[in-house]
C-alpha cells in the first residue's frame, strides 16, 4: 500500500477546522486517504477529502479495490452545495468520474443519464464562461453545446485540465460504452476540453506518437495518440493508428475497442483510413476463427475508389500475428497489406477464391463492426 500514497501529490487546500475533534498531530491528505484505504471509518469532512483526492487519481480508485464504496462517494459528493453549482467546473470532472465508475458495472441506464448531465453541465458552464457564441451540433444530431469552449482553458487550472484529459481517455478506452446504445461510440461524448487542435498542432502530435511507435516506446505513444482524441483530431484515423499500437503491446480487446469505435464514424473517414479499418475487422474476424466475407466486400468496394490507399507501416504488427494464423491466413493478410498501402494492385489478390467471390458492398450500407467482449 505504500506506493499508492508515496505518489501522491497534493495542493495546498486550507486544512484549518477541517475535523470535528482536535488531533494532537494535524492530519494531511495522504493519512485521510491511506485510512480510507485501509476501511477505517471517516467523518463527513474526511469522506469529501477522499473523493476530491481520488477524482484526481483514477489508478489508484482501481487499485483499492472499493470501487462501489468510491462511487456512492461520488454520489455523496455531486450532493454538496460547491457542486451543485453549475458554474463550478470541478463538477464535470466528478461527473466524468463517475460515469467512468458506472461503465467498469456495467450500468448502462445510469451511464447514460450521467451523460445527459454532463451535457447539460456543460451547455450551462460554457454560456455562463465563453465570450464567443458559435452554434454547433453533436455528431448524433442533437444540439448539445452552443458556445464554443476556448474560454474553458482561461478557467481551468493545469490540473484540473490534465485530469479531465485523463478520465475522458479512460472513459474512451472502456468497451462498455459501447453497449449503451445502438451505434454509440467515442464522438458521442459530451468532451471537454472541446477545443480541435489545428492540422499543425495534431500531425506534430501524431509524427512524435508515431516516433515513439519506430522506437517501442508504446507508453510514450499512447499518451499522445488519447490526447489527440480528446481533442477530437481525425479520430477514426487516430483509434487505427492507437489499434496497432494496442495489439503491438498483446492488448488485442483494446484494440478491438478501437477499431468498433472507428467503424462506428466511417461516415467521418477519408477512405484509406475506412480501408484500414476494415483490414483490423478482417484480421480480427480471422483470429477469431470467424466469417468475413462480407467484410471482403466492403474492401473492395473502397480499394475500387481513388485515395483508398496510402503506404501503411504494419508489417511489425502482422509478424506479431503470424504464430496466430494460419500460412494460408497470414499469405493473405499480407497480400492485402500490399494492396492497402498502394504497393501492388489488386492482382495479386485474384489470386484468391475468397476474395474473387467476394461482392462490393458500399460500407455506409454495412452494419455495424461488433465483439462479443
Known amino acids: 500500500m505504500g506506493a499508492f500514497y508515496d505518489e501522491l501529490a497534493f495542493d495546498n487546500r486550507d486544512m484549518k477546522d477541517l475535523f470535528e475533534r482536535d488531533n494532537t498531530r494535524q ?23 477522499v473523493a476530491n483526492i481520488l477524482i484526481f487519481y483514477p489508478d489508484y480508485i482501481l487499485k483499492n479495490g472499493r470501487n462501489e464504496e468510491f462511487l456512492e462517494l461520488l454520489k455523496i459528493s455531486l450532493l454538496e452545495p460547491c457542486l451543485t453549482n453549475l458554474l463550478n467546473p470541478e463538477r464535470g470532472l466528478f461527473l466524468y468520474t463517475m460515469l467512468f465508475m458506472l461503465l467498469l458495472h456495467g450500468s448502462n441506464e445510469e451511464s447514460l443519464e450521467v451523460i445527459n448531465q454532463i451535457e447539460k453541465f456543460f451547455k450551462t ?16 444530431g442533437n444540439d448539445v453545446f452552443r458556445n464554443s469552449l476556448d474560454s474553458i482553458y482561461t478557467i481551468f487550472s493545469t490540473s484540473l485540465e490534465k485530469a479531465y484529459t485523463e478520465i475522458i481517455a479512460r472513459i474512451m478506452d472502456r468497451y462498455e460504452l459501447l453497449r449503451l446504445k445502438p451505434g454509440f461510440n467515442i464522438s458521442q461524448l459530451p468532451l471537454v476540453p472541446d477545443r480541435k487542435l489545428s492540422a499543425f498542432a ?11 511507435y519506430h522506437k517501442q516506446a508504446y507508453d510514450r505513444a499512447a499518451v499522445l495518440y488519447r490526447k489527440m482524441l480528446v481533442n477530437k483530431f481525425e479520430q477514426p484515423g ?15 480487446v483494446q484494440a478491438e475497442t478501437c477499431i468498433v469505435n472507428a467503424w462506428r464514424m466511417r461516415k467521418e473517414a477519408p477512405l484509406y483510413v475506412q480501408s484500414r479499418i476494415l483490414y483490423f475487422i478482417v484480421l480480427f474476424k480471422i483470429l477469431r476463427s470467424e466469417s468475413f466475407d462480407p467484410w471482403l466486400g ?3 468496394e473502397v480499394l475500387s475508389q481513388p485515395d483508398s490507399k496510402m503506404q501503411w507501416d504494419m ?9 496466430n ?8 493478410l499480407q497480400v492485402l497489406l500490399k494492396a492497402n498501402s498502394g504497393s501492388d494492385d489488386e492482382g495479386s489478390l485474384n489470386r484468391f477464391e475468397m476474395w474473387c467471390k467476394a461482392v462490393p458492398v458500399n460500407p455506409v450500407l454495412c452494419p455495424d463492426f461488433d465483439i462479443n467482449f
Not at 495534431?202 to 515513439?212: I, T, V
Open 27 to 49: 492530519a494531511f491528505f495522504a493519512d485521510i486517504a491511506k485510512r480510507w484505504a485501509s476501511g477505517d471509518s471517516l467523518t463527513k469532512n474526511e469522506q469529501r477529502i
Open 125 to 140: 458552464f460554457c454560456k455562463n464562461n465563453s465570450t464567443t457564441s458559435i452554434d454547433r451540433s453533436s455528431v448524433s
Open 202 to 212: 495534431g500531425n506534430d502530435l501524431r509524427d512524435k506518437a508515431l516516433e515513439f
Open 238 to 252: 487516430t483509434l487505427v493508428h492507437l489499434a496497432r499500437l494496442e495489439m503491438m503491446q498483446g492488448n488485442i
Open 298 to 300: 466492403c474492401m473492395k
Open 315 to 323: 508489417d511489425r504488427m502482422l509478424s506479431e500475428q503470424k504464430k
Open 325 to 332: 494464423l494460419s500460412p494460408d491466413n497470414f499469405l493473405f
